[in-house]
């Protein structure tokens, strides 16, 4: 079974800086494309970044110049540097991947941005 395991999030101030690690386990990693979601209370999930297997990222809009996707894949690990931080950034923050058709999730980790 594959296993996403979410670490990194916390409480930081405006402007302050957080660094999210996803540890994945139980299938070939590197193989695969990763995503970060996030979803803020009352709001749908939304895709916040994706990293291809060969390394292409993308963003959405509002993080564009804030966040960076990375991975390592000696590591088997998705990192998202999240720089600037803003309150509206406050959500709990997801690890994804797709595999034969069929969205993996680890169980989040909590990003609380204080104005």
């Known amino acids: 079974q594959v296993q996403l395991v979410e670490s990194g999030g916390g409480l930081v101030q405006a402007g302050g800086s957080l660094r999210l690690s996803c540890a994945a386990s139980?299938?070939?990693?590197?193989?695969?494309?990763m995503s970060w979601y996030r979803q803020a209370p009352g709001k749908e999930r939304e895709l916040v970044a994706r990293?291809?297997?060969?390394?292409?990222?993308n963003y959405v809009d509002s993080v564009k110049g804030r966040f960076t996707i990375s991975r390592d894949n000696a590591k088997n690990t998705v990192y998202l540097q999240m720089n600037s931080l803003k309150p509206e950034d406050t959500a709990v923050y997801y690890c994804?991947?797709?595999?034969?058709?069929?969205?993996?999730w680890g169980q989040g980790t909590q990003v609380t941005v204080s104005s």
């Open positions: 139980r299938f070939t990693f590197g193989y695969y494309a």
């Open positions: 990293i291809s297997s060969g390394g292409t990222t």
């Open positions: 994804n991947t797709l595999l034969y058709g069929r969205n993996y």
